[in-house]
């Protein structure tokens, strides 16, 4: 799967690289989720991986949240997702950390239906 390691959705590490929050309407009830990046240690070794967790949802809205991953300073990358909810707690995949400065990861999300758009955490 492209170097990702499958985690579950219940999977939390240390918080990096900072978050965001996602949010849209139907004009009456608000519906939002919160993003971000986090990496620990899977099965020994360092990774990082995104995560969305779902706030309030009172319709039909469905977030999604995914992740970049660049090995070249980002011109290039790979994406893991996107994974969508309705009502959870949902994580990517894992991808292993690097010492390397061509190495870097951004987590993104979204909100549908509406007009939130895509919100993204800056490459770390």
């Known amino acids: 799967m492209n170097g990702f390691t499958d985690i579950p959705n219940s999977q939390t590490g ?3 690289a900072g978050g965001g929050l996602v949010s849209t309407s139907n004009g009456q009830i ?3 989720a919160s993003y971000g990046m986090q990496a620990g240690y899977i099965n020994g070794q360092e990774m990082g991986w995104g995560y969305l967790q779902v706030h309030s949802t009172n319709w039909h809205t ?3 949240v995914w992740m970049d991953v660049t090995n070249d300073g980002g011109r ?3 994406q893991c ?3 969508w909810t309705l009502n959870s707690r949902i994580t990517t995949a894992a991808y292993p950390t690097s010492s390397s400065p061509s190495r870097a990861f951004r987590v993104c999300g979204s909100a549908y239906p509406g007009n939130a758009g895509i ?5 770390w």
């Not at 919100?119 to 490459?123: G, P, Y």
Request: one cysteine or more; glycine letters at 10%; aromatic letters at 20%.
């Open 119 to 123: 919100a993204c955490t800056n490459w």
């Open 81 to 83: 997702g996107p994974f």
């Open 14 to 16: 240390r918080g990096i």
């Open 76 to 78: 290039s990358w790979i």
């Open 62 to 64: 469905h977030f999604e």
């Open 30 to 32: 608000v519906a939002s």
